[in-house]
């Protein structure tokens, strides 16, 4: 991402299943881990502004000062996350300046390697279930949730068994389908009855 890709997401001003504002605040697992387990569930995975106040009604610029922004290192972020989730959870972070040269923390989350990623507390104070997929959900209002529609849920099982096959291929493995009854019925009439 970079000063431009930064300004259309700030001027678009709102929340997507891909992009998630939060306030000037210093780097604490508890208030990022939900957001970052559902979005390594989503296909490209997502955005986290930091720098970014919503006060319900637009949001407002505010930027992070540098002392808020060195909070943000990534091995020690990985450390406390690994805690949460399995497999871990993929990330990058950026700080990039908006056209007046506020500076923002720009998490950077990337879909799941293989599986996806569950929750592997409980956690009442964050509202984290163990054993718990979350998920940007479509059926309401955009949130970090644990997945709650079929839809949702569908896009998962099908992007998981997409990478399960590609994994498989590049292993030198064949994905074979076997043909239901009425298409083994419908071939044999097709081969002559072998």
């Known amino acids: 991402m970079n000063t431009e890709e930064l300004e259309k997401i ?40 930091v720098g970014v106040k919503d006060d319900g ?3 407002v610029r505010e930027g992070i000062t540098d002392e808020l922004a060195k909070t943000y290192k990534i091995d020690e972020m990985k450390d406390k996350l690994r805690k949460f989730t399995d497999p871990s959870i993929d990330f990058s972070i950026m700080n990039i300046n908006d ?3 506020k500076v923002y923390v720009v998490l950077r989350v990337f879909e799941f390697k293989d599986t996806p990623v569950i929750c592997i507390v409980n956690d009442k104070e964050v509202k984290l279930s163990e054993a718990t ?6 059926d309401k209002r955009i949130r970090s949730s644990a997945i709650s529609n079929s839809n949702d849920l569908r896009d998962l099982i099908e992007l998981a068994a997409i990478k399960k096959m590609r994994n498989m291929k590049k292993q030198g493995l064949d994905v074979v389908m076997t043909p239901n009854e009425k298409d083994k019925t419908k071939l044999k009439n097709e081969l002559g009855g072998l």
Do not use: H, P
Not at 15 to 21: K, S, V, Y
Not at 32 to 46: E, I, P, Q, T, Y
Not at 133 to 138: E, K
């Open 10 to 49: 700030l001027n678009g001003g709102i929340e997507t299943q891909r992009i998630e504002f939060k306030s000037a605040i210093v780097w604490d697992v508890k208030k990022f881990v939900k957001s970052m387990m559902a979005m390594s569930n989503l296909r490209d995975g997502g955005y986290i502004i």
């Open 133 to 138: 997929i979350y998920y940007r959900n479509t």
């Open 57 to 59: 009604v637009r949001i």
């Open 99 to 101: 056209k007046d040269k």
